[in-house]
């Protein structure tokens, strides 16, 4: 149970302190009881210190930047929005927070350093090139869909999607968090896993936030480019969605079986223990996730859409 966690108060105290100290939210305490605490440690059984804290406060930081593009900045003139992710790309290249910058900025400031000194390039590399591609994703939906209420077509759907959704940021704090970073992160195979893990996640996502005033979902990017009707698209979604947990058990499996195979001697595994571990985390953190998405307050409606992961 999360509630006996050891780790509990001490991860929460840090990330309250990381949010009240770079006034990332008006309501530290509140925001928390979203369930962003228990989601972690359920996600990431084993981590503890530091590696923990860094990856927690990334999905945090993230979050609440997708509120703030999705919410507070939707009103805001243009010129806002593009010195905001101009300044956000400065300090993710290196450049230090200024007097005056968004919280998020100085918070994104505090992370580089912190997260650079304990982390490989590679990853930092990789880490750096996707998160500022999020941002730009980010920016594009705020003005392309969010704030003229545009519902996109299924094609600026999946071209945007994958992007804006985040998850091969969450795949890469899962990486930071349990200390298992891939040597295999563009082979076929882990390539295959996180397309898997981001379709997992943005269908779930989507299914959650249906009703709550976002039409960038992909059952409303369904219904405007085919016709069909509101229920028969979230059906159609809700299908896809349990087609791609069916694929990620047998990606999974297939990765399992090669390292079971190297274990006995049978034949050299393509891929590294190091690649093993990180898929079997990052199965934990999809599950993890998925009933967080189900349960937390922080999708207020239509959550019996969303199954339990098995």
């Known amino acids: ?58 999905g945090l930081l993230v979050w609440r930047l997708d509120d703030v593009f999705d919410t507070e900045l939707r009103d805001a003139a243009l010129k806002v929005v593009s010195v905001l992710v101009a300044r956000l790309v400065d300090v993710l290249d290196g450049e230090p927070a200024e007097p005056g910058d968004h919280p998020a900025v100085r918070a994104l400031a505090d992370l580089v350093e912190r997260t650079r000194a304990v982390m490989p390039e590679g990853w930092w590399t990789r880490y750096t090139a996707e998160l500022d591609a999020w941002l730009h994703a980010a920016a594009d939906k705020l003005e392309g869909y969010v704030r003229p209420c545009r519902t996109p077509t299924l094609r600026e759907y999946v071209t945007l999607r994958p992007i804006d959704g985040g998850m091969l940021l969450a795949a890469m704090w899962t990486e930071l968090a349990l200390q298992c970073v891939t040597p295999d992160w563009t082979s076929l195979p882990v390539n295959s896993l996180l397309s898997c893990f981001s379709e997992i996640g943005t269908l779930t996502n989507d299914l959650a936030a249906n009703g709550q005033g976002d039409t960038f979902t992909a059952q409303d990017a369904l219904a405007r480019s085919t016709g ?18 069916h694929r990620f058990a047998w990606l999974l499996m297939a990765v399992r079986a090669d390292a079971i195979a190297d274990l006995a001697g049978r034949y050299p595994a393509p891929l590294s223990a190091d690649t093993v571990r990180f898929a079997l985390a990052l199965d934990r953190f999809r599950q993890a996730l998925t009933d967080w998405t189900r349960t937390s307050s922080r999708y207020q409606q239509t959550t019996a859409l969303i199954e339990r992961t098995s």
């Open 1 to 58: 149970m999360i509630e006996s966690d050891t780790r509990h108060p001490g991860l929460h105290r840090a990330v309250h302190a990381f949010l009240e100290r770079h006034a990332l939210h008006h309501d530290p305490l509140g925001y928390l009881e979203h369930g962003y605490v228990p989601l972690f440690l359920a996600g990431w059984r084993g981590s503890t210190g530091e590696p923990l804290e860094l990856a927690a406060c990334w």
């Open 228 to 245: 069909l009707s509101a229920e028969q698209a979230r059906r159609r979604v809700r299908e896809q969605l349990e087609a791609e947990k």
